[in-house]
């Protein structure tokens, strides 16, 4: 649950907002607030971000390293269930973020954490959209990213909510597999669609020039570069 590729995508290629404020609904370790913080920046623009999680260790050691960052006064985080947070604040963000729970409740997992991050149980797709549909700025945007089919499902579940898919990031690990993710930005605006496709590796296994593009001001360099 700490660092993923899911997660690294979305902090680098979510939509950044033009007055620095953004919600992260299921915050886990902090990875994309911190992200999300770092672009904005070096955009110059003060970050304002809530961080929304759960479950209670991913809070504390979300806290721990947003407190070790650049940015400790920039992220503030939730120790709270989005369903009753959304019930309590008059907030409104110009730009909402999610890497949601997926898989649909099944057998028990033996990480508890791990199966709240992993599994609707706590927090349905329904129950998402309808929590960004209270908290987003009427021109905003709400972003998430979810495997290839669950994703095809979930636009399917948000235009039947209202909601209008403004861009689709297609994610394949290379070019000639299947995609196996969709990072997907909607709006309660109709518009067009932006479609575009990342392939993660070349053919050689190497990250791709467009994956080190878009993610290459995240990573450490190796021991010899």
Not at 83 to 110: A, D, K, M, Q
Not at 142 to 155: N, Y
């Amino acid at each position: 649950m700490k660092v993923s590729t899911d997660g690294i995508i979305l902090g680098a290629a979510a939509p950044l907002p033009p007055d620095g404020r953004v919600l992260d609904i299921g915050s886990g370790s902090g990875l994309i607030s911190l992200m999300l913080a770092q672009r904005l920046h070096a955009r110059g623009t003060p970050p304002v971000i809530d961080a929304i999680e759960l479950e209670a260790t991913a809070v504390e050691q979300s806290r721990d390293n947003i407190a070790e960052s650049p940015w400790p006064d920039s992220i503030t985080v939730h120790h709270a269930d989005i369903l009753h947070w959304c019930g309590g604040t008059e907030s409104r963000y110009p730009v909402i973020v999610s890497n949601p729970p997926f898989y649909t409740p099944g057998p028990g997992c033996r990480n508890p954490a791990r199966g709240m991050a992993r599994y609707t149980g706590t927090l349905t797709h329904e129950g998402l959209l309808l929590s960004a549909k209270k908290l987003l700025t009427a021109d905003g945007l709400f972003c998430v990213i979810l495997p290839a089919e669950t994703g095809h499902e979930f636009t399917r579940l948000a235009q039947a909510c209202g909601w209008h898919l403004r861009q689709r990031l297609t994610i394949t690990e290379y070019a000639l597999r299947a995609p196996h993710r969709l990072l997907l930005v909607f709006s309660l605006l109709a518009g067009e669609t932006a479609q575009r496709t990342l392939v993660i590796r070349d053919p050689s296994g190497k990250y791709s020039d467009d994956y080190q593009a878009l993610t290459g001001e995240f990573y450490l360099p190796r021991p010899h570069e």
